[in-house]
């Protein structure tokens, strides 16, 4: 908890209370406090003993051999964080990580395979409008250059490629499961959601994730003047995005799916000026793929009404596809070693299995390697937030669990 | 004409057409491309023999004197833009009150009053967020203070006084009517609105102009993770703003008035996050104040509404007025000089009276001086666009009607 807390002086964010650790993270990736966290990061590793190798998406890979050659067993998770993220998200995966492996080594644990803590670079795709970044390149399911080429959703002078070089974490490793496998990924994650806390249970047995989509609406009206244009004059994108947004909220609720808007721009931005036009982002997520097709699928025709709707004037509404995760279902023998770990240190009733709402870079290694994740609560579900907060019995519960899933698997 | 097109050098927009003249205006108050626009006017009326004066809003009085001494009878509007503005929107009426003057001095034509062109600072309100901005410190309904220190919409760190000063334009006159008065004010303006056109008439004698409100709104909710906060969990502004802006528009509607929203930003702005808070402006109109009053009655009574509806957490609207124009009634004397003119030129049929949508510097001249508006049409009532047209046959009949408008009243 010491180094946790101790990291988070780089990228520190919002202050919400008046305790030392009360402030939230905004450790957007591939910043110079990204950078700092990296450089922790591998300064720790290299002094337990480990190999620290970056692949050409940034993602760190520290390695302690095991007795067998072969692909590690690796406990992964970002140290990247949203905006006004917090202090979990992400981070306590890989210092649970790193002191799972402190503990390996100053125990003299002797592995049958290497163990690797994994650094993954941009899960939060806050910044390169991309989630899991680094592992959906490790996966094969986004090229390289592509991921590279990403511009920051702020500035859009600022491309993921050089901002990385920048930072001097674009690494030579080839960025791919084949060059670079891994035998198993064992992420420990906050559950981000309320279903851990209202059910007064400490850990979560991830039995998968849902899938998600993201896209960037574009609605083209035709600027005009605000006191001058009477409404049948106008095609007004403003207006069409607020119905826009109340109808997609509508339609995820009627599939019981979810859908956020988190990014809005008008232009030109005047107060006296009908927009030419408004764009925004759209992520809707469903527990299974065929509820996402239909969330998509009913946004895309409501689209196609309201641009028929116009007067005189009419609206287009345009999609930009900007990720697309498919539901995940984890692999059997990692739930099932994550069970075990977690009977070993607390009772049946305080496991449970779960899914996630959030996407993970577990999602992405899933495809090439058995892979497990570990939840534990967090406060009121709440995350990506300053005030996101897990307690410190429940941090170690779950990195003891982690660790011993691991260790578990390993020998398994 | 060839000054009007030969000065939109200065700001030159968006190019829409294959001609010289195709492009549109962005001419910002108080950027360089205003202060070279400035310059040419301060030069073309010391050459026409004016003195030109400028008070402490950076307003330009250009003055000829007449045989009696007294307040002077000004020809007036402004030469800033919208950020995607037109060539005629202000433009017009300087220019066309610049060549009534040049007639006036190549003609030997003698005034019984001061003849003064008059130059407005920030009509448009685009760049800081208040329309008539030096007019109405002039008319003495907003404090010289108070006008300085407004900041650029677009960057706080710009303040007017720090703008206008470096630009060259804060001037020493007193800014107020009582020390610098007018004797009457007439401006030309296009209609910016369908009127004209769709009658195939040519020249509105404005009879007043419609009361609007301006206010900033905030929504302020709760940030959380877009893949794991059911609806019940959340305090979603983006969605309040959402169903505020669709009602909204309803309201306006029912009271025969308008609504628009032209800027609109999401904090922390990050796809994957529901906003923290979320803020919009609001532009309201209506032809009478009761209108207007009813509007925001309406709106402030849905946003108490929208507030109360959250589930577990709610989201806060909170409204900050900015601007405040009550509707206006011009001076009958003034009317009827320029129906007067008018009739001089063309049918009656092709005259008629008009109500402004838009506000104009001369509903703040109105104030304190017997003020009259002429309107000529603009192609499809489009304003506040850089393809806003009028033909150079109605911009020359309005400088007729705007200059013989000026010497009948000053006769009268
Ligand atoms: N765990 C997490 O916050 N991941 C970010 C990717 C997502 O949007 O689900
Ligand atoms: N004429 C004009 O566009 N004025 C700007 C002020 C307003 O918003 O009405």
Redesign the pocket.
């Known amino acids: 908890m010491d180094s946790l807390h101790d990291t988070c002086k780089w990228g520190t964010g919002t202050r919400w209370g008046d305790g030392p650790n009360d402030t939230g993270m905004s450790r957007l990736t591939l910043t110079d406090a990204d950078k700092a966290a990296r450089d922790w990061f591998k300064a720790e590793m290299e002094g337990l003993g480990c190999t620290v190798s970056v692949d050409t998406m940034g993602n760190m890979f520290a390695v302690r051999p095991g007795t067998h050659a072969g692909a590690p067993t690796a406990m992964g998770s970002h140290l990247d964080t ?1 905006p006004t993220g917090g202090r979990y ?2 981070i306590l995966g890989v210092h649970a990580a790193v002191e799972a492996m402190r503990v390996v080594v100053e125990n003299g644990v002797t592995t049958r395979y290497p163990l690797a803590v994994v650094n993954w670079t941009n ?4 910044r390169f409008p991309k ?2 970044h680094g592992s959906s390149v490790w996966a094969g399911t986004l090229p390289l250059a592509k991921a590279l080429s990403l511009a920051d959703v702020a500035d859009s002078a600022l491309i993921a490629g050089e901002e990385l070089a920048r930072i001097g974490y674009a690494g030579d490793v080839e960025c791919s499961a084949a060059a670079n496998p891994l035998g198993a990924h064992f992420e420990l ?1 906050i559950e ?1 959601g309320p279903v851990l806390p209202e059910n007064k249970q400490r850990i979560g047995v991830v039995a998968g994730g849902q899938g ?1 989509k993201w896209y960037t609406v574009t609605i083209r009206g035709r600027d005009s003047h605000a006191g001058t244009t009477p409404f049948a004059y106008r095609a007004d994108p403003m207006l069409l995005a607020a119905r826009f947004l109340t109808r997609a909220h509508e339609i995820a609720k009627t599939h019981s799916g979810l859908v956020t808007t988190g990014i809005f721009h008008a232009h030109p931005g005047s107060i006296n000026t009908i927009p030419h036009n408004v764009f925004f982002s759209l ?1 809707f997520r469903h527990v299974d793929d065929a509820g996402v097709a239909a969330i998509d699928g009913g946004i895309k025709a409501m689209a196609r009404e309201l641009e028929a709707e116009g007067g005189r004037y009419k609206c287009a509404i345009e999609f930009e596809p900007l990720f697309d ?1 498919p539901a995940v279902a984890f692999h059997p023998a990692c739930r099932e070693a994550i069970r075990t770990a977690a009977e070993g240190s607390i009772s049946k009733q305080e496991v449970r299995d779960i899914i ?5 870079d577990s999602c992405a290694t899933n495809l090439h390697c058995p892979t497990g994740m570990i939840f534990v609560p967090c406060k009121d579900g709440l ?2 937030n300053p005030e996101e907060y897990a307690t410190p019995e429940d941090c170690v519960l779950g990195a003891q669990v982690l660790l011993d899933a691991a260790l578990l698997y390993d020998q398994g």
Chains 1, 2 share one sequence.
């Open positions: 949203q998200d992400g899960e939060e795709g806050a989630s899991l994650h981000q998600y992520d995760a996630s709402g959030a996407g993970h995350s990506h």
